[in-house]
């Protein structure tokens, strides 16, 4: 199916390609029209003549002006017509280049930067574990906090901050588990809807848990909370996700 797409957009864009090349077959054809429309124009004339409904001054002026276009249109084809077929053919070499190569183009690069298989690079990128060195210095960072006792001033800050690091570093886990803690010492809407978040990514869906998280924040936010709607958004969603499963 993919391929039908792929075949259907290469289409849609190669059409004004298409209406060139017919285009420029017509043109000779526009012409004759035009030769035929000019002797149509002196039949007509002669018989007003004979019949008496244009003078002689006004059949000759207008026999004149006829015969003028006439000859313009006439000599546009003979140069059209005379045109060595090299060159007509050579004119038509661009537009089959493009014709072939957009198509190549493209599928050249899709096969090599977008097959379905590839896994999309935000997510790939989201999804690398930190290397040794960060890691480490996160493991120096977890047993600090740790040390901080629950009445500590150190305590919430800490556990927040660290869940933050983690967090950027791919430790879902662990950043839900250090918020959890600074929450259940003390409650912060950002730090309530920062945890819900992570909760909903690492589960894929939002459950009981993280719904009841994200009433809390909403109820504890102020009024001019700048994500106050998309909180909201996201408590219809997992209301209506949960009657669904029951």
Not at 47 to 76: C, M, P
Not at 113 to 128: D, F, I, K, Y
Not at 209 to 215: E, F, G, I
Request: with cysteine; proline share 6%; hydrophobic share 45%.
């Amino acid at each position: 199916m993919s391929w039908v797409s792929f075949l259907l957009i290469t289409l849609i864009a190669l059409l004004p390609v298409f209406l060139g090349l017919a285009w420029a077959q017509l043109r000779v054809g526009s012409r004759q029209s035009a030769l035929a429309l000019y002797r149509g124009q002196l039949t007509e004339l002669d018989r007003d003549k004979n019949l008496g409904l244009v003078s002689h001054t006004d059949y000759a002026a207008a026999q004149l002006e006829i015969q003028r276009r006439l000859l313009t249109a006439d000599s546009s084809v003979e140069d059209v017509l005379k045109t060595p077929p090299a060159t007509r053919q050579s004119a038509w070499l661009p537009f089959f280049m493009l014709g072939l190569g957009i198509p190549s183009c493209a599928a050249l690069l899709y096969l090599s930067n977008g097959h379905p298989s590839l896994a999309p690079e935000p997510l790939a990128a989201r999804n690398t574990a930190p290397d040794a060195h960060t890691f480490a210095l996160i493991q120096k960072l977890q047993t600090s906090v740790a040390s901080f006792p629950t009445d500590s001033p150190s305590y919430v800050p800490g556990h927040t901050l660290l869940g933050q690091v983690e967090f950027r570093s791919g430790l879902t886990n662990a950043a839900i588990a250090d918020w959890q803690a600074a929450l259940a010492v003390q409650f912060s809407p950002d730090l309530a809807l920062n945890l819900a978040e992570a909760m909903a990514k690492r589960d894929g869906r939002i459950n009981r848990d993280t719904l009841n998280l994200y009433r809390r924040a909403l109820a504890a936010a102020p009024n001019d909370a700048p994500w106050r709607m998309a909180v909201e958004a996201r408590i219809a969603a997992g209301e209506h996700d949960l009657g669904e499963q029951q």
